[in-house]
């Protein structure tokens, strides 16, 4: 069985705040992310996410419990080689072209000269950078700047991509060619693990999402077309005898009896669906409570 693509166990983090205050910025975090999956790290400001991250990339170190990469410490070197990372907010060289740029990351990876040159080619395109290549990226945009930060994460093709708000700055054209992107690697079987605060981006992408407030996750549900299975609760619909159709919330206790007495008053079940809650709902009234899973 493969190991899972990122696991952490008991994560915490305390920083030293002013006048000597400490800080919890993790409590006791769990969560595991299997290869392929795309999942969603939603969070208000300041809840976590961008040090989970940071801690994930081996850029901090974990005051105590563990994060890994494949089945390696996120603190070894070689776990870093199979991510793709994006920053909150990325930056470059200003004098270097953006081919330039993608040209050193490739160096870095110890690609071969001939495929940095394919995969600039491609990613370039992807991103539709293809334009700008050649220009010095003190004039990019901030929404360019943000496509670039995205090219550089998949130029090495890696197994899995850790993203940090990898669509903040950007306008509707580059939120949803951001999301198409997202959208092929799950296709290709690649693992992709982004924060964010923006709902609708988790809503149209991701498999899972887990809900972080004040260092601690307070929620984690299967997200389906942004909707999620409230589980033991279900809408059944009900056609009566003289063409009513009735609908009635049940519990999954109720479920039978109510099929069989709809069934001897000669009704017939039209459909029975799960019942369904928003997102966005979710995150509010977790947020609200602060209560971890």
Do not use: W
């Not at 498999?207 to 077309?225: P, S, Y």
């Not at 519990?251 to 009896?257: A, F, I, M, P, V």
């Amino acid at each position: 069985m493969p190991k899972p693509a990122i696991e952490i166990s008991q994560l915490r983090k305390i920083f030293k705040g002013k006048k000597k205050t400490l800080v919890h910025a993790l409590q006791d975090l769990n969560l595991t992310i299997p290869s392929g999956e795309v999942f969603g790290f939603i969070g208000p400001n300041g809840a976590g996410k961008s040090t989970t991250i940071k801690i994930l990339t081996g850029q901090i170190k974990a005051s105590s419990g563990t994060a890994q990469i494949s089945g390696m410490k996120a603190s070894n070197s070689r776990a870093r080689i199979s991510i793709g990372y994006l920053p909150e907010n990325p930056s470059f060289y200003p004098f270097m072209t953006a081919r330039e740029y993608l040209h050193f990351v490739g160096q870095v990876f110890k690609m071969p000269t001939n495929e940095i040159h394919s995969q600039t080619f491609r990613v370039l395109e992807l991103l539709d950078l293809t334009q700008a290549a050649d220009r010095p990226v003190k004039g990019f945009s901030k929404g360019m700047i943000q496509r670039l930060g995205l090219a550089q994460t998949l130029l090495h093709d890696p197994a899995l991509y850790i993203l940090d708000e990898p669509m903040s700055g950007l306008d509707p054209v580059g939120r949803a060619l951001v999301k198409d992107v997202i959208l092929a690697l799950k296709q290709q079987g690649k693992t992709i693990f982004f924060s964010t605060h923006i709902i609708a981006d988790v809503e149209a992408v991701c498999d899972r999402a887990g809900i972080i407030v004040n260092g601690r996750l307070t929620a984690l549900e299967d997200v389906k077309d942004g909707l999620i299975s409230q589980e033991g609760s279900y809408i059944i619909y009900i056609q009566t005898s003289h063409g009513v159709l009735e609908s009635h919330i049940v519990g999954n206790n109720q479920l039978n009896d109510t099929i069989l007495q709809a069934v001897a008053r000669g009704a017939t079940i039209e459909r029975i669906e799960p019942q369904l809650k928003n997102l966005e709902k979710i995150f509010l009234s977790t947020i609200k409570s602060g209560l971890p899973v």
